[in-house]
């Protein structure tokens, strides 16, 4: 069974940073692309990061481009979102997903429950 555990979560400051967890069992990292993306109420799930299988390249949307940083750990099976200089509008719920290197969220294969990430002003 897949599991797909994203953690680090919380409420920030603007301008404060976060570090995202993934944590994955189930499955042997190392042979899938992994992906974070993000989402608000009313709004479609956004792609914000992804990361290709050995780590030796990574995408990363242009509105968080220079500020958030995609990392894997294969050996503990777990993918992480370096955040910095935040801002309000990167409130929402960052979901993991595993699967593509894709911006396109159905392109992935499995997903976690999401923590919220809340920035104030």
């Known amino acids: 069974q897949v599991q797909v555990i994203e953690s680090g979560g919380g409420l920030v400051q603007a301008g404060g940073s976060l570090i995202l967890s993934c944590a994955t069992s189930?499955?042997?990292?190392?042979?899938?692309?992994m992906g974070w993306f993000r989402q608000v109420p009313g709004k479609e799930r956004e792609f914000v990061a992804s990361?290709?299988?050995?780590?030796?390249?990574?995408n990363c949307a242009d509105s968080v481009k220079g500020r958030f940083t995609i990392s894997r750990d294969n050996a503990k099976n777990t993918v992480y979102l370096q955040m910095n200089s935040l801002k309000r509008e990167d409130t929402g719920v960052y979901y993991c997903?595993?699967?593509?290197?894709?911006?396109?969220?159905?392109?992935?294969?499995?997903w976690g429950q999401g923590t919220q990430v809340t920035v104030s002003s």
């Open positions: 990361i290709r299988r050995s780590g030796s390249s990574t």
């Open positions: 189930g499955i042997t990292l190392s042979t899938y692309s």
């Open positions: 997903a595993v699967g593509n290197w894709n911006s396109d969220p159905r392109a992935y294969d499995y």
